[in-house]
Every structure is written in C-alpha cells, then in structure tokens.
C-alpha cells in the first residue's frame, strides 16, 4: 500500500526565515497531495493542495512543489511568523477500487516552531 | 465553506462500556466518510472508510467488530468503540470529502478517555 514519508520531525526558524518540509510517497498511481496544519487539540485544515498534473503551486507565502518522477513533494512557507507554529500533516491520495472513493494517507507530522 | 461536526469532543468512560461518536456532515451529503485514530504526537492513520448504505471498508490491523460503524444517512457516520479498554484511549477524527473526490474537510475530534 501507500506509504508517505515526511521530514523533518521537528522544525524551528527564525520570525521571517523560510520553513520547508519535505515528503516522498511510494504509490505512482497517487494523484492528489494536500498538506495540512493541525494546532494542538484542533482539527486538521487544509493549507495547499497540488494535483499530479501541476508541478508547482503557490497562495501567498505558501508554495508546494512536486516532483512525480522522484515521487516527492515539499511544502515552502517563506516569511514565518509566529502563527505558522502548528503540526503540518502532508497526504497522498490512494485510489479507491472498484467506484470506491480515493482515501488519504498521512506523512508522520512536522512540529513547526516558529521563534520570535 | 463545508462543515463537519463531530460529538462528543471528550468522553470518559469505564473500562468495558461502549462509546458512539457522531459525525455530521452539515452543509453537504457525503456517501463516504473517513475515520482516522490519532495518538499524541501522531499522524493521522486511516481505521476505515463509512459507506452510506453499504458496509464500512476496514483498513488492516483494526477489528471489525471492535469499531462499529454505521453511515445511516448522507449526513451522518457513526463510530462505536465496543467494550472499550484503556488501550482504546485515543483522539478519533472522521473526515468527509467535498469538492469532488479528494478534499477532506475534518471534524473537530472526539477524544476518548477509558478509565
């Protein structure tokens, strides 16, 4: 099955430095890879998505770029600020057999701390 | 923007009774709802995929019969953690997608404590 590798586990920056966490997938057939930041004790929220046939994104001071051929993607947020400090989560998408729906496999998590 | 409530947000119950977690979705149908388990710390895993009017799809490793789930409606998925134990102890999220196959918008999380 799909398995998502994400790294760094933990990450701290400067206020205004750049932050980039990167993932690789195993699964070519994957299609969809959104990132997510999840505060502590809340729900996951969707950030960035980037689709298979789009090789970068951007909104604002988050980017995501991807790269199918080495299957990895990577999440830049430039300008950090003090509420960028969150657990981001990326996924890839499985597809779902048989006219089941797609399901989402998570990477490991990066605790981003952001130091004033 | 789509919405999907989740109850209870925190239960505490004995070792050995069972627990239903609701999740709604409020302001779409969605015939698939996804339930994850998160541990502290952790990533999200996958338990199973709630199909409204068939049965749940179970991912490997999680019983069947252990985590009961229900999608009675378009709206709503139900998550039932039978004779819970301690290990059961855990943050459980479902998911429903929106927006065509692949976005997932979460609810806000169930976390269970078992005495």
């Known amino acids: 099955g799909e398995n998502v590798e994400q790294h760094p586990s933990t990450l701290s920056v400067q206020e205004g430095d750049s932050a980039v966490i990167k993932c690789t997938y195993s699964?070519?057939?994957?299609?969809?890879f959104p990132w997510y930041k999840q505060e502590l004790g809340k729900r996951p929220q969707l950030i960035i998505d980037?689709?298979?046939?789009?090789g970068e994104k951007k909104d604002q001071r988050i980017a995501v770029t991807l790269n199918k051929t080495a299957k990895h993607f990577s999440l830049h947020i430039t300008e950090t600020q003090p509420e960028d400090s969150a657990v981001y989560f990326c996924?890839?998408?499985?597809?779902?057999?048989?006219?089941?729906?797609?399901?989402?496999?998570f990477g490991t998590g990066t605790l981003l701390a952001v130091q004033p | 923007g789509a919405v999907v409530s989740q109850h209870p947000s925190r239960v505490i119950c004995k070792s050995g009774t069972s627990v239903k977690i609701e999740c709604r979705s409020l302001?779409?149908?969605?015939?698939?709802m996804f339930w994850y388990r998160q541990f502290p710390k952790q990533s999200l895993m996958l338990m199973a995929t709630?199909?409204?009017?068939?049965?749940?799809?179970?991912e490997q490793g999680v019983e069947k019969d252990k985590f009961l789930i229900n999608h009675a409606s378009l709206t709503l998925s139900t998550l039932t953690v039978t004779s819970a134990h301690p290990e059961d102890s855990s943050f459980y999220i479902c998911?429903?997608?929106?927006?065509?196959?692949?976005?997932?918008?979460f609810g806000a999380g169930s976390r269970l404590t078992v005495l």
């Open positions: 998911s429903a997608p929106y927006s065509g196959a692949n976005v997932l918008t």
């Open positions: 699964d070519s057939a994957s299609n969809y």
């Open positions: 980037i689709r298979s046939n789009v």
């Open positions: 996924a890839a998408s499985i597809k779902g057999y048989g006219g089941a729906t797609n399901k989402l496999i």
């Open positions: 302001d779409f149908q969605a015939t698939t």
């Open positions: 709630s199909n409204e009017g068939s049965k749940a799809t179970y």
